[in-house]
C-alpha cells in the first residue's frame, strides 16, 4: 500500500526532474518540474484522431498496457513492508505481467500499417526480449543469495549479510537502471527527442496514439520509471524504520532521476546495430552478479 | 478388472463397426459418423481413466500366444492423465476437421480413408498409453505412426506433401529402431517384454545407456534436437486439424514415453536430470528462435511445438535433479509444470493451429507475409489466435503462465541444492527460460500482427469471410478449458499431485505438503488475474467514456509526410524479425537466391530476389549425411538395376549360398 503511494508519488515528478535536469546541463532554464503530469492532464481531456486502418486492439492496447503497469506496482514491495501482492515468485509475475503490456503496445503499432511504426515495434520486442534473461539472473542471483523468492522477503533478507551484498547491490543498481532505460527507450538505446521517425524506438509506435491514449501510454511510462527506482530503492533501504526509508526513498529515486538526466545529456545514442549487443552485456554483468552471491555462499572450492 | 477388457472391447468393436460404415454413408454424413465415434470412444475410454486419477489402477492381461505372452494393460494416473488430453484433443479436432474438411467433398476415397484413419488413430494413441509390454506397445506404436503419416498426407497429389509425409515416416523408423533396440535389450537381460522387467533391469544394469537410448527413441517424437527435424516438414503438410491433434498429442506420447521411463529408473537421477535439462533448454531456444523468422506461419507454428517440448523437457529435467537431491518438492515442482504444460500446450496449440487452418481455408496462403488485415474479415478467427498467442507466449490472464510458473517455482527451488554445477545450469535455464519467454513474444506479435492487422498486402483470389460456426465451436470450447486450468489451477494441480504419488510408490513415500502451497500461490495468481482483468475493465469504462465524449476524427495512419500508396510499404513479418536473424546469423541460416547486375547491363530485365531460411541441423548435418550416404550407395546401384533375369539370378545366388553353408555346416 505504502510502496503504492509512495512510487506514484515519485512518478509525478520522476520525469520532469529529468527533463529538468537535461535542461539545466545543456545551459537551458527548462519547463517545470510538473510539466510531463500538466502534459498528461491537458492530453486526457483533448480529443482523439484514430487511424481508419486500425481495429479493436488499437482502441485496447493502451489501456492495457497502462492496466498493466498499475499491476506490476502493486507487486513493487518497499522495503519490508510488502506490496498489494506478494509470495513465492512474484517478480516472475512482475515480469510477465509487464510482458502482456508490451505485446499489446507491439500490437497497437502494428495494428496502424504504418512501416514506421512496424519498424519500432520490432525493434521495441527485440530489445525487450534481450533484456529479459538480465532481470531473471539478477533476480535469480538475489534469491540464491537470500534463500528467498518473493521481492519482500528478497529485500528484506539481503541486508542480513556481509558488506559485500552492498557491492552486489551496486551493480544491481547498475543492471536496474540500465532495463528501465531499456524499458522506457532511453538513451543510451533510444533517444526520446529524435525528430526523425527512422532512429526512433518507443515514440515511432506511438505516433498514431492521441487524445487519452496517448495521455495513458505516457502516465504508464512514468509509472514504469518510478517502479524500477523503487526497485532500486529496495536494494538499499532494507529494514529500516519509516523515518528513514520514506526520506531515502525520495532520495535516492531523485538520484537515479539525476542520474538518468545526465546520462542523457552526456551520451550519445548508440546504433542501432549495437544495441543488441550492449543489452546482452547486460546479462553478463548479471552474471557477475550471480557469481558474487556464489562467492558469498562460498559455493565456489 | 472385467469392465476395462470390455470397454476395451466394446471402443474396438465400435470403431471397426463405423470404420466400415463410412465407406458405406453418404458422404455429408462420413465426417458427423467419425465425430460420433470418437466422441463414444472417448466417453469410454475417459470412463476408465477417472478412478486412475485417484489411485485406483485398473488392470488386466491378456494371454496372446507363445511370442507375446502375457499382455498387461493397465491405466494409471499417468496413462489417464494423456488419455484425457488424447480424448480432448481428438474430440475437438473431429469437430473442427469436418468443417475445415467440407470444401473437398469431390474426393470420396478420400474422405473415406481419412475418417477411418482418424479413428484408428485415436484408438492407437490411447493403446499407447494403455499397453505395458514391449512388442505391443510397439505395435501400437506403429499403428499410431503409420497412421498419422497417412493422415498427413491428405493432400497426396502435392508432391512436397509426400516428401515431408515420407520424412516423417523415416524419422519415426529411426526412432522405432532406438525403441526397439532398448526393448529387446531388456528382453536380453530379463526374459521379459512386460514394462515391469524394467524394474529388475534398472535395479541391477547401469541405468545411463539404456535411458538414453529410449530419451533418443522418444525424443524423435517429441521433437527435441537434434531429432526434431521433421516436425516443420509434417505440420504445415497435414491439414489443420490433423497438425492440431499431432501437434497437440503425438508430440507429447513422446513425453510420455520419456516420464514412462523415468518412473523406472533407480540410479544417476542427477546426471539423467542434467543432461536432460540442457537438451530440453537448447531445444526450446532453438525452437522459439527458428519459429521467429518463418514466415510460413505453420512452420512457425510446429517450430513453437518445438520451444513448447524444450519447457517440458525443462520440468522433466529437474524433477529429475529433485529425486536425485532427494527433494520431493523439486520432483513435484519440476514433474507438476511439465504434466502441466503437457496439458495447456496441448490446449493452445491445437487452438492455435485450428485458428490458423481456418485463416488458411479462407486465403489458400501459408505465406504470412501475402496476407494481412484479415481481422476485418474474421474478426472471431483474429480474437482466438490472439487468446492462444497470449496463451502461448505464457502470460497471466491465462493458462500457459500457470504452467511455466510452475517451472520456474521449481528452478528456484532448485537453487537450494548445494553443488556448484547444479547451480550454473540451473540459472542458466533460468535465464534461459525467460529468453524463451521473450522471444515468443517477438514471434506472435510479429505472426499476429502480420496475418491480422494492417492493411492486405495483396490482393487475395476469394474474398475471406469468418469461418463457419461448426469450425469455430470447438475452438471456443478449447478456450473454455484453458479458462479452467487458469482460474481453477489448483484442480488440474490435485490430480497432477495424486499421479506423482503413485509414480514413483517404490521409490520414496512423497508427501506433498509444500507443493500444495504452490497449488495455492497458482490459485492466488488466478485472483490476481482476475484482479487484473477488473482494472483493464474499469480503465477501459474511464476510457470508452471519455472518449465517446471527445469528438474522434478517423484519418488514414500518419505516413509521416508520404501520400502515395502506402500498403505494399507496411512493415512485412521477415523485416519484423530480421534484426533477431542478424544477430544470431550462424544458427538462423538465411540463403539468398538473386544475380548481381553486371557491369554492362545498361537496361537491367526484370529479376528475382528469394530469400529463405534453413534448419541449422537438417542443413549441415542430415543434408550432408544423406548426400553422402547417397554418393556411397550409388556404387551399388548396379545391383538394383531394373532388369528381372539379375533378380532371378540373385535369388539363385541366394540359395546355393543357403545349400552350401548349411553343406559346409557354417549355419544350422
Known amino acids: ?301 | 478388472m472385467i469392465e476395462f477388457g470390455l470397454t476395451m472391447n466394446i471402443t474396438l468393436g465400435i470403431s471397426l463397426l463405423t470404420m466400415l460404415a463410412i465407406v458405406y454413408v453418404p458422404i455429408k454424413y462420413k465426417a458427423n459418423l467419425a465425430a460420433f465415434t470418437i466422441v463414444i470412444n472417448a466417453i469410454l475410454t475417459s470412463w476408465l481413466t477417472f478412478p486412475a486419477l485417484y489411485g485406483n489402477i485398473a488392470e488386466f492381461s491378456l494371454y496372446a500366444g507363445a511370442l507375446m505372452g502375457n499382455i498387461p494393460f493397465r491405466i494409471d494416473g499417468l496413462s489417464a492423465w494423456f488419455i484425457l488430453i488424447i480424448n480432448f484433443t481428438t474430440i475437438t479436432g473431429v469437430i473442427y476437421g469436418g468443417g475445415y474438411l467440407k470444401a473437398y467433398t469431390a474426393s470420396h476415397s478420400k474422405l473415406n480413408l481419412h475418417w477411418i484413419l482418424f479413428i484408428l488413430f485415436q484408438l492407437s494413441m490411447i493403446w499407447v498409453c494403455i499397453l505395458q509390454h514391449g512388442l505391443a506397445f510397439l505395435i501400437a506404436w506403429e499403428v499410431m505412426s503409420l497412421s498419422s503419416m497417412l493422415l498427413v498426407i491428405f493432400d497426396h497429389q502435392n508432391p512436397r506433401t509426400i516428401k515431408a509425409g515420407l520424412n516423417y515416416l523415416v524419422q519415426m523408423h529411426i526412432s522405432v529402431v532406438f525403441l526397439t533396440v532398448g526393448f529387446i535389450w531388456v528382453y536380453a537381460q530379463t526374459g521379459s517384454f512386460g514394462f515391469d522387467a524394467f524394474h529388475t533391469y534398472f535395479g541391477n544394469h547401469s541405468n545411463i545407456w539404456l535411458f538414453l537410448i529410449f530419451f533418443t527413441g522418444f525424443g524423435f517424437k517429441a521433437g527435441f534436437i537434434p531429432f526434431h527435424s521433421w516436425l516443420p516438414h509434417a505440420h504445415p503438410a497435414a491439414p489443420s486439424h490433423i497438425s492440431g491433434v499431432m501437434s497437440g498429442v503425438i508430440v507429447k506420447l513422446g513425453i510420455y514415453g520419456i516420464i514412462r521411463i523415468i518412473s523406472f529408473v533407480k540410479y544417476d537421477f542427477l546426471l539423467l536430470g542434467e543432461i536432460v535439462v540442457s537438451v530440453a533448454v537448447l531445444t526450446g531456444l532453438y525452437g522459439i528462435l527458428n519459429a521467429a523468422i518463418h514466415r510460413d506461419f505453420k512452420k512457425m507454428l510446429a517450430y513453437c511445438t518445438i520451444e513448447n517440448i524444450g519447457i517440458i523437457g525443462i520440468g522433466i529435467g529437474i524433477g529429475m535433479m529433485g529425486i536425485g537431491n532427494g527433494s520431493p518438492l523439486l520432483y513435484y515442482l519440476g514433474f507438476g509444470g511439465a504434466l502441466l504444460h503437457v496439458l495447456n500446450h496441448s490446449l493452445f496449440k491445437s487452438l492455435l493451429f485450428y485458428s490458423a487452418g481456418s485463416v488458411y481455408q479462407q486465403t489458400h496462403t501459408r505465406d504470412m507475409e501475402k496476407l494481412g488485415g484479415l481481422i476485418r474479415y474474421m474478426p472471431k478467427t483474429a480474437a482466438i489466435f490472439l487468446i492462444g498467442a497470449i496463451a502461448i507466449g505464457g502470460m497471466p490472464p491465462f493458462n500457459g503462465f500457470v504452467s511455466e510458473f510452475i517451472i520456474y517455482s521449481g528452478l528456484l527451488e532448485g537453487m537450494k541444492s548445494s553443488s556448484l554445477s547444479q547451480l550454473s545450469l540451473i540459472i542458466l535455464t533460468f535465464a534461459g527460460l525467460s529468453l524463451i519467454g521473450g522471444i515468443s513474444i517477438l514471434t506472435f506479435t510479429k505472426t499476429f500482427a502480420t496475418i491480422f492487422l494492417g492493411n492486405e498486402r495483396e490482393k487475395l483470389p476469394h474474398p475471406p469471410h469468418e469461418v463457419e460456426s461448426r469450425m469455430l465451436w470447438p475452438q471456443y470450447i478449447i478456450i473454455a478449458a484453458m479458462l479452467t486450468v487458469a482460474f481453477f489451477p489448483q484442480f488440474y494441480l490435485n490430480a497432477i499431485s495424486n499421479i506423482l504419488s503413485s509414480m514413483f510408490a517404490s521409490q520414496q513415500g512423497f508427501a506433498p505438503p509444500d507443493f500444495m502451497h504452490y497449488s495455492g500461490i497458482a490459485a492466488n495468481i488466478s485472483i490476481y488475474a482476475a484482479v487484473f482483468m477488473g482494472l483493464i475493465a474499469i480503465s477501459w469504462s474511464i476510457r470508452s467514456y471519455i472518449v465517446r465524449r471527445n469528438t474522434d476524427a478517423v484519418q488514414p495512419s500518419w505516413g509521416c509526410g508520404y501520400t502515395g500508396n502506402s500498403l505494399k510499404m507496411q512493415y512485412t513479418g521477415k523485416s519484423f524479425s530480421k534484426p533477431l536473424g542478424k544477430i544470431l546469423n550462424f544458427l538462423l541460416i538465411e540463403k539468398k537466391q538473386y544475380s548481381e547486375l553486371k557491369q554492362a547491363e545498361i537496361f537491367p530485365a526484370k529479376r528475382n530476389y528469394a530469400s529463405s531460411y534453413h534448419d541449422f541441423f537438417e542443413h549441415f548435418f542430415i543434408n550432408s549425411f544423406i548426400r553422402k550416404l547417397l554418393y556411397i550407395t550409388n556404387y551399388f546401384k548396379f545391383i538394383q538395376n531394373g532388369r528381372i533375369q539379375s533378380y532371378v539370378i540373385y535369388g539363385i545366388v541366394f540359395i546355393i549360398a543357403i545349400f552350401v553353408l548349411t553343406a559346409l555346416n557354417i549355419i544350422q
Open chain 1, 1 to 301: 500500500m505504502l510502496s503504492f503511494i509512495l512510487i506514484f508519488i515519485a512518478a509525478v515528478f520522476f520525469t520532469g526532474i529529468i527533463v529538468r535536469t537535461k535542461s539545466m546541463a545543456s545551459g537551458r532554464k527548462g519547463p517545470g518540474i510538473l510539466q510531463p503530469i500538466k502534459d498528461v492532464i491537458r492530453l486526457f481531456r483533448k480529443g482523439a484522431v484514430y487511424s481508419q486502418t486500425t481495429s479493436f486492439i488499437f482502441q485496447i492496447a493502451p489501456t492495457i498496457y497502462f492496466s498493466s503497469v498499475v499491476m506490476a506496482m502493486l507487486v513493487v514491495p518497499f522495503g519490508q513492508y510488502k506490496g498489494f501482492i506478494s509470495f513465492s515468485g512474484d517478480f516472475i509475475f512482475f515480469a510477465y505481467i509487464l510482458a502482456l503490456g508490451k505485446f499489446f503496445s507491439i500490437l497497437s503499432a502494428m495494428d496502424t500499417g504504418s512501416s514506421f511504426e512496424g519498424m519500432g515495434a520490432s525493434r521495441e520486442a527485440l530489445y525487450s526480449m534481450l533484456a529479459e534473461p538480465a532481470f531473471f539472473i539478477l533476480m535469480g542471483s538475489l534469491a540464491l543469495l537470500t534463500g528467498h523468492t518473493s521481492f519482500q522477503e528478497i529485500f528484506s533478507a539481503l541486508h542480513i549479510g556481509s558488506y559485500i551484498t552492498y557491492a552486489l547491490a551496486i551493480l544491481a543498481t547498475f543492471v536496474l537502471l540500465m532495463i528501465a532505460m531499456i524499458e522506457n527507450s532511453r538513451m543510451p538505446i533510444d533517444d526520446p527527442k529524435t525528430h526523425l521517425e527512422l532512429t526512433m524506438i518507443h515514440e515511432v509506435m506511438i505516433l498514431d496514439n492521441s487524445g487519452f491514449d496517448l495521455g495513458l501510454i505516457l502516465t504508464a511510462g512514468y509509472l514504469k520509471f518510478a517502479i524500477y527506482g523503487a526497485l532500486i530503492v529496495n536494494l538499499f533501504i532494507g529494514v529500516f524504520p519509516y523515518g528513514y526509508t520514506i526520506p531515502l526513498f525520495f532520495i535516492i529515486q531523485f538520484s537515479v532521476a539525476i542520474t538518468i538526466g545526465l546520462i542523457e545529456s552526456f551520451m550519445a545514442r548508440f546504433r542501432m546495430g549495437h544495441n543488441a549487443q550492449f543489452i546482452f552485456a547486460l546479462t553478463s554483468v548479471s552474471l557477475l552478479i550471480f557469481f558474487g552471491a556464489l562467492l558469498i555462499l562460498g559455493k565456489f572450492i
